[in-house]
């Protein structure tokens, strides 16, 4: 279950009949979901996920809420290994982060988060930033749900 907070981003992508519109880090599924049933009509939408393991479950939340999408399990960042060179007009880019932004949720992440997590996270980031640009359509747009910063400035 997403919560309230997670599915606003799929408002704010201004979706419209005849898009295609591609979900980047896709699994579990639930903001796919989100964006297909905020606006019927789109002409196709592609949920990527890089875990075999997780990508089961956005299946099985699309067939409970009798909805389809274009499943991939691949690393958005590398484009060559899935994109078919049709570009999309919307992009839901949800990056792996620290999950420090939900910690009044999940307590539990101040114990198990490490400063030395954060560089290798803000380079899987910059990758798929990177990446997205390239399959964006021109006139296109995305939107990338807030990642939590800290004071000190990470350079990668």
Do not use: Y
């Not at 691949?74 to 994109?83: F, H, L, M, S, V």
């Amino acid at each position: 279950m997403q919560d309230e907070a997670a599915q606003l981003c799929t408002t704010l992508m201004d979706l419209a009949p005849g898009q295609r519109v591609l979900d980047a880090c896709a699994a579990p599924g639930g903001k796919t979901c989100a964006i297909l049933e905020s606006c019927g009509q789109l002409e196709e939408v592609v949920a990527i996920d890089e875990s075999a393991d997780r990508l089961p479950r956005v299946q099985e939340n699309l067939e409970r809420l009798d909805l389809v999408a274009t499943l991939k399990q691949a690393d958005a960042a590398d484009i060559d290994q899935w994109w078919d060179r049709k570009p999309f007009d919307r992009i839901l880019l949800d990056v792996p982060c620290s999950a420090t932004g939900v910690i009044r949720r999940h307590p539990d992440i101040k114990l198990l988060r490490r400063e030395s997590d954060i560089v290798p996270l803000a380079s899987i980031q910059l990758g798929l930033l990177e990446s997205m640009w390239q399959v964006l359509a021109p006139g296109g747009a995305w939107s990338m749900p807030p990642v939590r910063c800290f004071r000190r400035r990470i350079t990668v």
